[in-house]
């Protein structure tokens, strides 16, 4: 009787404290939901937001909001969210490299990407291609490798701008091979297609696209690889960098984030409505146009993926002394 005297209090307190978070995740969302995105309209990111949009508010049953928030490599959108409201309506829709790279390479970031937010959803992935000037007289990644080895001085690459998802990818290529290259940042992408073109630089790790293909369709670029785990639809015919280097992977992804501490609940409840908005042929096709791969994992897995990308690229970081522009 004794027992069952403190069991029941207990209990009582329990109930208590669970009830808050339940009848919140039960009233959710009670308002429209914000989607922050931290680049400009019109970007690939900006699409995939404007594409969940309809299908993930229908089935919430209130407005997505979609905020455009660019500045500072997606500081000032990342700042935002981590200091807002716990409760599931303002969500940060990301790129991997936002929570990452981003904290690591630019000083006084202002947030942590895994103690500062929760993961919510993944939507999609999209590997890189691997690309030389056809003046390198290297047809697949061994050969490659061996060419850089040959050369008596290092072989250069271009990426976006130091820092960036294409110049860490880089890296880690060198790295994984035992290989001594020169970096070349370029200004945007843009840059970077003209010079690998052009010949300034013998290696280019860049975004798989339809323009991509074009050029190496008609000649003026060899693709030697592909840095998914695996071969991807993306880039037909191009062997992952992994079967040449094991387990190498440079993969970027796209999905949401709220702030820490958001109930468990209300992220589930996230969760399954953009994953319900994901999995149809229609929205797969659609984002096959953007150029990715559209994809979805539990909250959970989400979180283990942002701690694998910051694992494969802090040593990256430091070793090489990367710091953003």
Known sequence: MQRLKTLVPNLLVAIA????????????????????????????????ARALQEPVQKILGQPLVIENKPGASGIVAAREVARSTADGHTLLFINSGIVAVTPYVVKDAGFDGVKDFAPVALVS??????????????????????????????????????????????????????????????????????????????????????????????????????????????????????????????????????AANTPVEVVGKLNEAINRALDTPEMQKRFAGFGVLAKTATPKRVGEMIAEDVARWAPVIRDNNIRAD
Request: glycine share 10%; aromatic share 8%.
């Open 125 to 258: 992935t999209a590997p890189l291609m691997v690309v030389v000037n056809p003046a390198v007289p290297a047809n697949d990644l061994k050969g490659f490798i061996e060419y850089v080895k040959q050369q008596p001085n290092p072989v250069e690459f271009a990426s976006a701008g130091t820092g960036s998802f294409g110049h860490l990818a880089s890296e880690l290529f060198a790295r994984s091979a035992g290989l001594k290259m020169t970096h070349i940042p370029y200004k945007g992408q843009a840059p970077t297609t003209n010079a690998i073109v052009a010949g300034e630089v013998k290696m280019l790790i860049t975004t798989a696209s339809a323009a991509m293909n074009g050029f190496i369709a008609n000649g003026k670029l060899k693709l030697l690889g592909v840095t998914s785990p695996e071969s991807s639809p993306l880039a037909p015919g191009a062997p992952p960098v992994a079967s040449v280097l094991p387990g190498y992977a440079a993969e970027t992804w796209f999905g949401f984030i709220a």
């Open 17 to 48: 404290c669970a009830a808050p978070s339940a009848l919140l995740a039960q009233a959710f969302p009670s308002k429209p939901v914000r989607i922050i995105v931290p680049y400009p309209a019109g970007g690939t990111t900006d699409l995939m």
